[in-house]
């Protein structure tokens, strides 16, 4: 992580990415990276030339362009691995997002070591990515779901984790930073209680890589998802990071080409890691967009990115806890990355987002896929702004004055 910029040049950043230099009226103000992140031209044009130079398909042709393909998508592998301290690079399975990264690991690793009685211990803070699959398996399995609870801060109830874990517990699935609340879990101290009494875990890293330097080893999780859109990479491609024992023994998710060592009529041998995993025609030009996009945040330094976005959280907290009728749901900046979530008196959150467009500004509002935790805080919805490397100050402000307007609008025009 030897930065470029340090500390960040937010205009030298911003010029990396052509959507925020758009000549457009308003100009766009967006603060949905949670969601999704822009791209900068680093990735465009990885994109663009394996398309335009060297497009095949991949680990099968003997001639030239495919041989680059599969080499600059092993490249790729061996990217991520570094980027989040992998041992080595075939603990790094290609999935197309984080959602598709715990499937696998439900369908695989879960059906095959779940049974009636066992328990999967997860929080009411979860997206419905890191909870519908373990609904499932446990319906599948019979096992049964159990949850850590939130606290009014925003906080996982870690006193409970004791009570929570015992030898019933086979999993416990958390994320590292909430997509609403913005909380930063202790991933590590819950990672070594869960193994205390036998369990395994898995880390949902969707919102946690794009922002946190992370090591796995460090964490000493046994699984780590993470999607490549939400941290300056395409589309179509996620991350399942697993150690090796345990990726060795599961069978696979997906059947089909790329996957098998040999086929007969009546059953199949597999492929080794990480090609077990990867059935059929990959994401190929996503993958290798996903490692320029990982050479990006390198070279910019999350060590950094960091602090930048924490100067941005703080200052939004301090302004917008200035307007009357505001509520802020999740714990204080130190506390949290990347996202301010909140409410307005008498306001649907849909209404504040839609005003807020009309200058430009692009927030989130709804549910945020975390029903659960919606409910724990009484709300049908929230809308939130998040934040990432290419945000600047002034553009908390944009978001101050669009909520400003929106209170006036709409609360006279319902008197
Ligand atoms: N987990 C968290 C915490 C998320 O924020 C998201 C995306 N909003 C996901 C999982 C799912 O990511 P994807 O849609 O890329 O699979």
């Known amino acids: 992580m030897n930065g470029a910029f340090r500390p960040l040049d937010v205009e030298a950043i911003r010029g990396d990415f052509p959507i925020l230099k758009q000549e457009i009226n308003p100009p766009l103000i967006y603060l949905d990276s949670a969601a999704s992140s822009q791209k900068p031209n680093r990735v465009i044009d990885v994109l663009s030339d394996y398309y335009r130079t060297y497009n095949a398909n991949i680990h099968r042709g003997i001639y030239r362009i495919s041989e680059k393909a599969t080499e600059q998508y092993e490249e790729a592998r061996k990217k991520i691995a570094r980027f989040i301290n992998s041992p080595r690079a075939c603990q790094i399975i290609f999935t197309r997002n984080t959602t598709e990264s715990i499937n696998l690991v ?11 009685g066992d328990e999967i211990l997860i929080s009411v803070m979860e997206h419905h990515s890191n909870l519908v699959p373990w609904q499932l398996l446990a319906q599948r399995t019979g096992a049964k779901l159990r949850y850590i609870e939130v606290t009014d801060e925003g906080l996982l109830h870690l006193e409970e984790l004791d009570r929570l874990l015992t030898e019933r517990t086979k999993l416990v699935a958390v994320t590292h930073v909430s997509n609403v609340l913005g909380t930063v879990n202790p991933v590590q101290s819950i990672t070594a ?3 205390a009494v036998g369990a395994k875990v898995i880390i949902d890293a969707a919102q946690s890589a794009p922002h946190l330097p992370v090591d796995v080893q460090a964490i000493d999780c046994d699984f780590f998802a993470f999607s490549g859109h939400k941290m300056c990479g395409p589309t179509g491609i996620g991350v399942l990071f697993g150690k090796l024992d345990l990726l060795e023994e599961m069978p696979p998710f997906l059947g089909g080409g790329s996957m098998i060592r040999t086929v007969q009529r009546e059953h199949s041998t597999y492929a ?3 090609q077990k995993f990867e059935a059929g025609t990959p994401s190929i ?10 050479d990006y945040l390198n070279d910019v330094g999350l060590d950094a990115i960091h602090p930048h976005e924490q100067e941005l959280l703080e200052y939004a907290h301090q302004k917008l806890s200035e307007i009357e009728g505001i509520t802020i749901y999740g714990p204080k900046p130190r506390h949290k990355v990347g996202a301010v979530t909140f409410n307005l008196d008498r306001i ?28 724990k805080f009484g709300v049908i919805a929230t809308a939130r702004a998040s934040f990432y490397l290419y945000n600047k100050l002034e553009e ?10 929106a209170q006036k609008i709409l609360i006279r025009r319902r008197g």
């Open 272 to 274: 080794d890691l990480p």
């Open 396 to 405: 908390v402000d944009s978001l101050y004055e669009g909520l400003l307007k």
């Open 106 to 116: 439900a369908n695989s690793w879960g059906n095959a070591n779940l049974r009636a």
């Open 285 to 294: 030009a996503q993958t290798i967009g996903l490692g320029a996009a990982v």
């Open 348 to 375: 649907h959150a849909h209404d504040v987002a839609g005003i807020l467009d009309q200058d430009g500004v692009a927030i989130r509002a709804g549910h945020h896929c975390t029903q659960p935790l919606m409910q």
């Open 193 to 195: 209680a869960a193994h």
